[in-house]
């Protein structure tokens, strides 16, 4: 760890008021000795993270740091492309939305936001809820391979709310449905009383993946509601999907269950 914080410490000495630096440069603003800076650079330089200017021998972030900060800003930008459209969604129906992205077997919330009915289900970003008992996290899931799903989901099988899958072999009939289908819905499970129904985006060019859901109150909520809300999230994945290459399909489905490509 010492290392990797040592080469972290070199790292932030680049800025745009100092694109590039020479030796003497890191030096100074490290304060390390020489030996080890020189071991350092020449570790950064040769897995990608720096570059150096073969004439003034100045060191520059490399080519590595350009695709990795790349695929950040690509990652924000989907999450607020999709914030934008679950916005209007959420006005439109009153109910509250979530963007969720996995971690492991769980999904960890980024964003809300709050519906205007009275009854709003409020869960804060950063709360972290199995990705089994939500329709989002279903449907996030759904879009893995068999093999990735096992290797997330415990050996010992979580204790999960009443009404969600209750054995791997359960958990994999309902994703199974969710990628025949294209309809995640969750009631009664992580919170009691409350339903939701959700989507996984899963972007073309990155591949990065989240999961936006619309959650209500089960009792205070019509069929005739519930419908409208699948109809919202159907429009608003069918946009989402075209903007970011999200090319999901029936074939598609088929693919993630056996792993090819």
Same mark, same amino acid.
């Given at each position: 760890?010492?290392?990797?914080?040592? *080469?972290?410490?070199?790292?932030?000495? &680049?800025?745009?008021?100092? @694109?590039? !630096?020479? &030796?003497?440069?890191?030096?100074?603003?490290?304060?390390? @000795?020489?030996?080890?800076?020189?071991?350092?650079?020449?570790?950064?330089?040769?897995?990608? =993270?720096?570059?150096?200017? @073969?004439?003034?021998?100045? /060191?520059?972030?490399?080519? =590595?740091?350009?695709?990795? $900060?790349?695929?950040?800003?690509?990652?924000?930008? !989907?999450?607020?492309?999709?914030?934008?459209?679950?916005?209007?969604?959420?006005?439109?129906?009153?109910?509250?939305? /979530?963007?969720?992205?996995?971690?492991? /077997?769980?999904?960890?919330?980024?964003?809300?936001?709050? $519906?205007? #009915?009275?009854?709003?289900?409020?869960?804060?970003?950063?709360?972290?809820?199995?990705?089994?008992?939500?329709? #989002?996290?279903?449907?996030? !899931?759904?879009?893995?391979?068999?093999?990735?799903?096992?290797?997330?989901?415990?050996?010992? /099988?979580?204790? =999960?709310?009443?009404?969600?899958?209750?054995? &791997?072999?359960?958990?994999? !009939?309902?994703?199974?449905?969710?990628? $025949?289908?294209?309809?995640?819905?969750?009631?009664?499970?992580?919170?009691?009383?409350?339903?939701?129904?959700? &989507?996984?985006?899963?972007? $073309?060019?990155?591949?990065?993946?989240?999961?936006?859901?619309? +959650?209500? +109150?089960?009792?205070?909520?019509? *069929? *005739?509601?519930?419908? #409208?809300?699948?109809?919202?999230?159907?429009?608003? *994945?069918?946009?989402?999907?075209?903007?970011?290459?999200?090319?999901?399909?029936?074939?598609?489905?088929?693919?993630?269950?056996?792993?090819?490509?």
């Amino acid at each position: 760890m010492s290392a990797l914080t040592n *080469a972290i410490e070199i790292l932030r000495c &680049f800025s745009s008021a100092r @694109p590039d !630096l020479s &030796f003497a440069d890191v030096m100074a603003l490290t304060g390390k @000795p020489k030996s080890s800076t020189s071991r350092l650079l020449r570790s950064l330089r040769d897995c990608g =993270l720096l570059e150096q200017d @073969p004439h003034t021998r100045r /060191y520059r972030p490399g080519l =590595l740091t350009f695709e990795l $900060g790349r695929l950040h800003r690509a990652h924000d930008d !989907l999450i607020s492309m999709a914030e934008r459209e679950l916005r209007e969604v959420c006005a439109r129906t009153g109910h509250t939305g /979530y963007i969720a992205v996995l971690d492991g /077997y769980e999904q960890v919330v980024l964003r809300i936001v709050p $519906g205007s #009915n009275p009854l709003r289900v409020v869960n804060p970003p950063g709360q972290r809820t199995p990705a089994l008992a939500t329709s #989002n996290g279903r449907a996030m !899931l759904a879009r893995l391979t068999d093999e990735d799903i096992r290797t997330r989901v415990p050996a010992t /099988y979580p204790k =999960l709310p009443r009404n969600s899958p209750q054995s &791997f072999k359960q958990l994999m !009939l309902r994703l199974n449905e969710i990628r $025949g289908s294209g309809v995640s819905e969750a009631a009664d499970e992580s919170i009691e009383g409350v339903g939701s129904q959700g &989507f996984a985006l899963k972007s $073309g060019e990155t591949g990065e993946m989240v999961g936006i859901a619309v +959650s209500y +109150s089960v009792q205070a909520t019509t *069929a *005739a509601e519930r419908a #409208n809300v699948r109809r919202e999230l159907a429009a608003m *994945a069918a946009k989402l999907r075209r903007l970011t290459g999200d090319a999901l399909d029936q074939d598609s489905a088929a693919r993630i269950r056996t792993g090819t490509r």
